[in-house]
């Protein structure tokens, strides 16, 4: 039977040598993204078969596998054997979720009409393309560059990289003080906030890009986010005063234009099916964006 671990930031090294290999389009598969999640997805893994197997919990409570790392067609078969077998004894109300189109088409192609599929809709992460987000040119983008254009002319700004000095705990300080603002109850919220916590901690271990932005020199606004491939960037944590017109235009803005200008994605993650998130979000008129499923077999599988 297989037996999980906790994820800690000690296994990088371990995680590095599956998801490097891997060119993932959608968050879930960041090590920054499942350290920020460790705990308030309780996210546990083992390695099986020279295979890396995640398991995690949804923000409704439910247990699940993330797509196995590093599986190859060999070995695909046994690996789904023995995660079947696992749920046999710990329930689960899906065995896959996050899954990318990719694993999904190579289930499909050895199971074909005994697996059901269901696309996560609210998971689906907001892809957009850096010369948009800098530029904010074109018509769609006419009052987002209005927002900036009024930030930039109505504010005495600065803008700092996390390195430099005091920085880092201004950051700390504004994560804590969004919290305190927002906190309504929700138990994700403070997950997400010792999240935040862990990689300002690690920002180098985790080769992490941050900046801060002072109105008045009162920080403002903090971006952190990081180049996972040759194409994409991440965006994990964005946190602004509201009451500023234009910071968040003005932060988004910058923070790609300063760090991630080389890639020619931008994966802003997902909205949670949060309708003002999910309006913010559309706001910016994504080129695309990256599906996840979730993967249960829908009748028995006899293996040989």
């Not at 603002?181 to 906030?193: A, F, H, M, Q, R």
Request: with cysteine; charged share 30%; aromatic share 14%.
């Amino acid at each position: 039977m297989l037996t999980f671990k906790p994820i800690t930031i000690d296994d990088k090294i371990i995680f590095d040598k599956y998801l490097n290999h891997y060119n993932f389009d959608t968050c879930e598969y960041s090590f920054t993204n499942l350290i920020i999640w460790r705990k308030g997805c309780d996210i546990k893994y083992t390695i099986y078969n020279n295979t890396l197997i995640i398991k995690k919990r949804d923000f409704k409570g439910n247990y699940h596998f993330m797509q196995p790392i590093g599986y190859t067609e060999k070995n695909l078969k046994v690996i789904i054997e023995e995660l079947l077998k696992y749920r046999e004894k710990h329930p689960m109300a899906y065995l896959f979720k996050d899954v990318e189109e990719k694993f999904l088409n190579d289930l499909k192609e050895i199971y074909g009409d005994n697996i059901s599929v269901k696309a996560d809709i609210d998971n689906f992460d907001y892809i957009y393309t850096t010369e948009k987000l800098i530029t904010l040119s074109g018509k769609k983008l006419h009052s987002k560059k209005n927002h900036y254009n009024y930030f930039t002319k109505t504010y005495d700004y600065e803008v700092k990289d996390f390195f430099e000095p005091n920085v880092k705990s201004d950051i700390e300080n504004a994560a804590e003080s969004w919290y305190r603002e927002k906190n309504n109850g929700d138990k994700y919220l403070e997950y997400e906030l010792d999240g935040t916590r862990e990689i300002i901690n690690n920002m180098k271990l985790l080769n992490l890009e941050a900046m801060a932005v002072y109105v008045e020199d009162r920080i403002a606004a903090f971006t952190i986010g990081e180049q996972i491939n040759d194409d994409m960037g991440i965006i994990h944590i964005e946190k602004g005063a509201s009451s500023i017109r234009g910071i968040y235009t003005f932060v988004n803005k910058t923070f790609v234009e300063n760090y991630l200008s080389t890639v020619k994605y931008i994966n802003r993650e997902q909205d949670l099916g949060v309708p003002g998130l999910r309006k913010a979000k559309k706001s910016y008129h994504p080129v695309k964006m990256a599906e996840k499923y979730c993967i249960n077999f829908s009748t028995t599988i006899v293996f040989n």
